[in-house]
Antibody, heavy 121, light 106 residues
Framework: QVTLKESGPALVKPTQTLTLTCTFS??????????VSWIRQPPGEALEWLAR???????FYSTSLKTRLSISKDTSKNQVVLTMTNMDPVDTATYYC?????????????WGQGTLVTVSS | SYELTQPLSVSVALGQTARITCGGD??????VHWYQQKSGQAPVVIIY???NRPSGIPERFSGSNSGNTATLTIRRAQAGDEADYYC?????????FGGGTQLTVL
């Protein structure tokens, strides 16, 4: 059964760098057509896609946030790591990682439970 | 960058049909996916590639996509369908979500 779980700090200070880890099971990011994305959701607001990493290590970033984001994978650990620099209170959100279905179509078929990150001094 | 427009809210009487739209430039040329998010939970895909239902999703949920509008249709609406609904596409080298629609079942 495919599972994903996000981990990282619940509280970060403004200007700090956030590092989040997505640990997954029952699939490998070495397998062709596998992709994992990060998505966030501020309290009471809409989903916002952040970044994606593919099986071939190709990476994609949100246009508005790309200067602050970095995504990487460790296939030996079944993990995807997202870093976001220069955190601000407006970055307070629940952060999700999600797998994209390996069939053609680019939809998120499995999601983690999400982790709430609060940015406050 | 590509943008998707959804109504903020839609209301439907119990047992009736709800339609939630997702507008985008020539969205009919893209694969549109729909997610249901209940309060405090992660989103769940309910329609993928315009009109396909994952296993376990009731036939009451269906999708269509043409021109500049994709539509999620929920027939025989139930109280348990109250949730936020999001459309999603692959835009210009980025994934894009709509702003979400809150469905209220009256």
């Amino acid at each position: 059964q495919v599972t994903l779980k996000e981990s990282g700090p619940a509280l970060v200070k403004p200007t700090q760098t956030l590092t989040l880890t997505c640990t997954f099971s029952a699939f490998s990011l070495d397998t062709s057509e596998m992709r994992v994305s990060w998505i966030r959701q501020p309290p009471g607001e809409a989903l916002e896609w952040l970044a994606r990493i593919d099986w071939d290590n190709e990476k994609f970033y949100s246009t508005s946030l790309k200067t602050r984001l970095s995504i990487s994978k460790d296939t030996s650990k079944n993990q995807v790591v997202l870093t976001m620099t220069n955190m601000d209170p407006v970055d307070t959100a629940t952060y999700y990682c999600a797998r994209m279905s390996p069939d053609s179509g680019s939809y998120f078929d499995y999601w983690g439970q999400g982790t709430l990150v609060t940015v406050s001094s | 960058s590509y943008e998707l427009t959804q109504p903020l809210s839609v209301s439907v009487a119990l047992g009736q049909t709800a339609r939630i739209t997702c507008g985008g430039d020539n969205i009919g040329n893209k694969n549109v996916h729909w997610y249901q998010q209940k309060s405090g939970q992660a989103p769940v895909v309910i329609i993928y590639r315009d009109n396909n239902r994952p296993s376990g999703i009731p036939e009451r949920f269906s999708g269509s996509n043409s021109g500049n509008t994709a539509t999620l249709t929920i027939r025989r609406a139930q109280a348990g369908d109250e949730a936020d609904y999001y459309c999603q596409v692959w835009g210009s080298s980025t994934e894009v979500f709509g702003g979400g629609t809150q469905l209220t079942v009256l």
